[in-house]
C-alpha cells in the first residue's frame, strides 16, 4: 500500500475479472445449462476462426479436427433442444449477451 500505482496494476485486473466473474452469473442464471456451455464453448471456434483471419496463424490437422468435432457437438444439442418452460424467469438474450460480453 506504499505505492498506490502498484495497487492500480492489481486493482485493474482484478476488477475486470469480477466483471466476467459476474456476467457469467448472470449467463447462468438466464440460460438452461446445456445452452450455457455450448454457447461458452462456441467462444473457442469463434476465436481460432478470428485467429487465422487477422492473425495469420496456422492450425494442424488435429486442431481443425478438434474444432470441427466441437462444432458438429455444439450443433447437436441446439437443435436438439426443445423448449423448457421449467424457470420462466429466464431471459435467453439476457444470457446469451452476458456470455458474449464475458468472453
Given amino acids: ?25 448472470v449467463a447462468l442464471e438466464n440460460l438452461i445449462a446445456p445452452i450455457f456451455q455450448v454457447t ?4 473457442l471456434l469463434f476465436a481460432a476462426i478470428l485467429s487465422v483471419n487477422v492473425l495469420r496463424h496456422y492450425y494442424t490437422t ?20 426443445h423448449s423448457h418452460d421449467d424457470d420462466v424467469n429466464q431471459n435467453t438474450v439476457l444470457g446469451l449477451t452476458s456470455v458474449a460480453i464475458a468472453g
Fill in 62 to 81: 488435429q486442431q481443425w479436427c478438434c474444432l470441427f468435432f466441437m462444432s458438429i457437438g455444439i450443433a447437436i444439442v441446439l437443435l436438439g433442444e
Fill in 40 to 43: 461458452y464453448q462456441g467462444k
Fill in 1 to 25: 500500500l506504499n505505492d498506490p500505482l502498484d495497487t492500480l496494476k492489481v486493482a485493474i485486473p482484478a476488477v475486470l475479472y469480477f466483471i466476467q466473474n459476474f456476467l457469467t452469473y
